[in-house]
């Protein structure tokens, strides 16, 4: 009887009690905090907060990154555009210079030729005047000899015709004017009275 009083009044209710087990099994929400378990929990939030604000930052960069690059693309891009503008706009400034002197070119050298021409016709013009003269004067000549001959008197000849010309005869050396008074004899030639006026070969009858 003591051995079952004793097991009845001690032993059974001892293990009645720790049968029971924890209180909390049967109530989730009731479980105990663990040890450290909020400091862990705050350092994930941290960490977790931080990850964000991190992401948000290159997030936030990014944008602002790719702005940068597009504005200094659109700058080059201008810059390139620009320059080949500047050297179109040049290229057609040299070629237009170009033509317009080419042009001035061909006009100065048309003047050129056509003053040349011009001068080469008055020239040409003036000798054959000169010729025309010189041919009349040869023929008063022969006529004149003609006429001493038939009157019996001998003309003078070339050599003495040369030598009179050298000791008074005096040569403009002036080219400006070909028709004009090139030649003439000096007042001391007996000669001198005696000279036709060449102009007068050059009228007509």
């Not at 990154?65 to 810059?79: C, D, P, R």
């Not at 003047?111 to 054959?128: F, T, W």
Request: with cysteine.
């Amino acid at each position: 009887m003591r051995n079952s009083l004793y097991t009845d009044n001690t032993c059974f209710p001892k293990a009645s009690y720790f049968n029971a087990g924890p209180t909390f099994f049967n109530d989730p929400e009731a479980v105990p905090l663990q040890y450290n378990a909020s400091k862990t929990s705050d350092s994930r939030t941290e960490s977790t907060n931080t990850h964000e604000e991190s992401a948000n930052s290159l997030t936030n960069k990014r944008p602002a990154k790719e702005l940068t690059s597009l504005i200094a693309m659109t700058a080059l891009a201008y810059l390139a555009l620009d320059n080949y503008q500047g050297r179109v706009r040049a290229e057609k400034l040299n070629q237009e210079t170009t033509a317009i002197n080419l042009k001035t070119l061909q006009i100065q050298l048309q003047n050129y030729i056509k003053a040349r021409q011009q001068q080469d016709l008055r020239m040409l013009k003036e000798r054959v005047e000169v010729s025309k003269r010189c041919f009349k004067m040869s023929m008063h000549i022969a006529l004149l000899r003609k006429q001493l001959m038939e009157l019996g008197a001998d003309p003078k000849d070339i050599p003495d015709v040369t030598k009179e010309f050298d000791k008074h005869a005096k040569v403009s050396n002036s080219v400006q004017n070909l028709t004009g008074n090139a030649i003439w004899l000096t007042d001391e030639s007996e000669y001198k009275g005696l000279m036709p006026d060449y102009r007068e070969y050059d009228r007509k009858s």
